[in-house]
């Protein structure tokens, strides 16, 4: 039983990670399939407001719930500082910083459909 919870905390994990990827991706992927902005802007929202609130994503507890059933080792903090820091956040992250990087994820995602805006006014190519 400790190896399927140990797969689920896993398979968590990886979700988290598929996440946080859309998150900061996905108005890449509406530019092409612009439908795709119903999922990705509550995403977008919801991310921000764990961000900007410094609040912990329930997967995080989850995750962690799913390693101690399976006998695992727990982390305590969230996600990023566990397994993002080192990687995306500059040492001595600051809560400055935290709040900086929620800016910059909104603003990078309206800038993103605020593209998508321009090519609906405009039309499909070639038309005119």
């Known amino acids: 039983m400790s190896g399927v919870l140990s797969l689920l905390a896993d398979a968590v994990l990886v979700l988290h990670l598929v996440f946080i990827l859309f998150v900061v991706f996905g108005g890449l992927l509406v530019l092409r399939w612009p439908r795709l902005a119903w999922l990705h802007l509550p995403a977008v929202g919801w991310a921000s407001y764990l ?11 989850l995750e962690n719930a799913l ?3 399976a006998g695992g080792m727990v982390y305590s ?43 609906r006014w405009r039309g499909p190519p070639g038309a005119g």
Do not use: D, N, W
């Open 51 to 61: 961000e900007l609130s410094g609040a912990i994503c329930p997967l995080t507890p």
């Open 67 to 69: 390693r101690a059933a």
């Open 77 to 119: 903090g969230g996600f990023i500082e566990r397994y993002l820091m080192a990687v995306i956040y500059p040492p001595g992250l600051t809560r400055k910083i935290q709040i900086g990087l929620g800016v910059a994820v909104l603003g990078l995602t309206a800038l993103v459909y605020a593209l998508v805006v321009m090519r």
